[in-house]
């Protein structure tokens, strides 16, 4: 890391900014200018002299076995399989303290490693995020890219093993997820130049694991799929396909937000819940399978157990039960009020045409929706709409 010669004169603060999502620091034994070591104050930050130019350090990489890596870990990995490693920015690049601001780059060291992002800068750089950006992931090494025009945007597919999301079809349904997606997202509106290029890594895990995570970042996306258990193949390539297209959302999601503050938890949970069950269903052709995953989900006779402000408030207290509130309820909440829509307008809108609008409203800090969201509902005059308004807010 190359210090900006301007402050030289200061003694500068550098963290990994992801242990304040409660990743595991990566970083080893931060060295100033190849010579000493940095120390670290009492809230884990590390201290960079005044004079020092140049940090470098270790990332401390575990090898992963083929099946076993986790992708919503967010973790640096050596892929044995792929023989490449995942870069994870948050946990194992150090970044000034409050102080990165979307102009960092990342590139290779020397001629013999090549370095892979979503979002290319000049002379074989890369972006890096602003730290109260979402998170960005690269890759290490010289995997297979293929790329891929999808509308408005650029992608490169990277992969642990090709022939596996050959058979599992998992470009093509991406593509058709990401063109959804991005018309749901973005509606009239174009596309910014700078929100055009996006990476997309795949990752098999194995079925014993019980779950396919994702992680979804600024411009960069992991997604596992599930390998092993072919008798069950068709219900885990859906939730495969649930899983790639809810991290879509959310990347595509926070690129819109841009400089706003960022959605309530159970907005951007619910919502991506929502249309990766949607796009899902667009992007593959197993109606058995979709629809027994999308009732695990959406179950509009289930009661409504909490107001979406409790939920909102149980993310701090209780992450893994808001989520699955987010997941449920609130997925629930965007069906029901899409159906709603679609009833009360003879089929000539659905919740669609409120995304791009609704991604660029100011919400209320307790959780609550936007009442300009709510005023726009409520220009339906009809009780049917007012009934999913008072069942579920
Ligand atoms: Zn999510």
Redesign the pocket.
């Known amino acids: 890391m190359t210090l900006d010669p301007e402050y030289n004169f200061e003694l500068r603060k550098l963290e990994a900014r992801g242990v304040y999502w409660s990743l595991a620091a990566q970083v080893r034994a931060p060295v100033c200018d190849g010579g000493f070591a940095l120390a670290q104050d009492e809230h884990g930050y590390w201290l960079a002299p005044p004079g020092c130019r140049q940090v470098s350090w270790t990332v401390d990489t575990p090898v992963v076995q083929d099946g076993e890596f986790d992708v919503s870990s967010q973790a640096s990995r050596l892929l044995l399989k792929a023989e490449w490693a995942l870069l994870s920015e948050p946990s194992s690049l150090l970044r000034l303290v409050n102080g990165s601001t979307g102009h960092d780059t990342l590139r290779a060291g020397d001629a013999h490693t090549s370095v892979l992002g979503a979002t290319p800068a000049a002379q074989g750089h890369w972006q890096l995020p602003a730290s109260d950006s979402a998170p960005e992931f690269f890759i290490v090494g010289t995997p297979r890219i293929e790329p891929r025009q999808v509308g408005d945007f650029s992608v490169r597919y990277v992969a642990d093993d090709w022939p596996r999301v050959g058979r599992l079809e998992l470009l093509s349904a991406h593509e058709k997820a990401l063109r959804y997606l991005g018309e749901v997202v973005y509606g009239a509106a174009e596309v910014p130049e700078n929100a055009r290029s996006l990476m997309v890594v795949w990752v098999g895990i194995d079925a014993q694991h019980g779950r396919a995570g994702g992680a979804?970042g600024e411009r960069s996306f992991l997604a596992n799929y599930v390998i092993g258990d072919a008798a069950n193949a068709r219900h885990h390539r859906a939730a495969t396909f649930m899983i790639l297209a809810?991290?879509q959302f959310?990347q595509l999601a926070n690129a819109r937000r841009g400089q706003l503050p960022a959605l309530p938890a159970w907005v951007?949970?619910s919502l991506?819940q929502y249309y990766g069950l949607r796009a899902m269903h667009r992007a593959i052709d197993d109606e058995v399978a979709v629809a027994r995953l999308t009732q695990r989900f959406i179950a509009p006779s289930r009661p409504v157990e909490h107001r979406f402000a409790e939920i909102e408030a149980l993310f701090a207290s209780d992450r893994p039960r808001a989520l699955e509130l987010a997941y449920h309820q609130g997925a629930a909440f965007w069906s029901e009020l899409d159906r709603t829509l679609q009833m009360v307008s003879g089929g000539k809108t659905t919740l669609d045409q409120y995304i791009p609008g609704l991604l660029q409203m100011t919400f209320p800090e307790d959780g609550r929706l936007p009442d300009a969201f709510l005023a726009q509902l409520r220009e339906w005059k009809d009780p049917r709409v007012e009934h999913v308004i008072s069942d579920y807010l």
Do not use: G, L, R
């Open positions: 979804a809810h991290e959310h951007n949970e991506a």
